[in-house]
């Protein structure tokens, strides 16, 4: 069985290839979005997802690792549904669910690695991880409020369509 610290450097790997991915789709889902604000919110977290990289850097620096990246497939996963969205024009709030399925699974992971610094006595560690953690809670929170004004959008918009 694996150690703790094990794990941790596993998922740590993870997350780095899973962010790094992020920075490639999330141009395009900037792209593909109809409404301003959502175009604008996935161009924001484009640059702390950039800025989450350097903080993984951190990360591994205060653990006394060199930085290492693992090809994350559920990351590879969830970007190509997004993809498939973007082809079918399935539109904002579809790109809305596939986005916060992607900040969910951030969240489960940086919640994860956090408390396994803690647990680890790495107190440096775990104060970076839980900036990312908290960053991708707000990008869900975000993501939840422009999905309300973008879905009632959407439905008045199909309402006048049938009338
Ligand atoms: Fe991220
Ligand atoms: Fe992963
Ligand atoms: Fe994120």
């Given at each position: 069985m694996n150690t703790l610290r094990e794990a941790f450097l596993n998922e740590l790997a993870d997350v780095y290839d899973a962010e790094k991915q992020l920075t490639k789709a999330l141009p395009k889902m900037a792209k593909a979005s109809e409404d301003h604000s959502l175009?604008?919110?996935?161009?924001?977290?484009?640059?702390?997802?950039?800025?989450?990289?350097?903080r993984l850097d951190q990360v591994f620096n205060a653990i006394g690792e060199k930085t290492k990246s693992?090809?994350?497939?559920?990351?590879r996963g969830l970007i190509e549904v997004s993809e498939e969205l973007i082809d079918e024009k399935a539109g904002d709030a579809a790109l809305i669910c596939a986005a916060q399925k992607v900040e969910h699974y951030?969240?489960?992971?940086?919640?994860s690695l956090r408390s396994w610094a803690s647990i680890l006595d790495e107190p440096q560690a775990a104060r970076l991880l839980a900036q990312t953690f908290y960053e991708e809670k707000d990008t869900d929170q975000k993501l939840n409020d422009i999905a309300e004004i973008v879905i009632s959008l959407e439905e008045s918009e199909e309402g006048h369509a049938e009338h």
């Open positions: 175009r604008s919110g996935f161009q924001t977290h484009l640059k702390e997802t950039e800025n989450q990289i350097k693992k090809r994350c497939k559920a990351m951030e969240i489960a992971a940086y919640g």
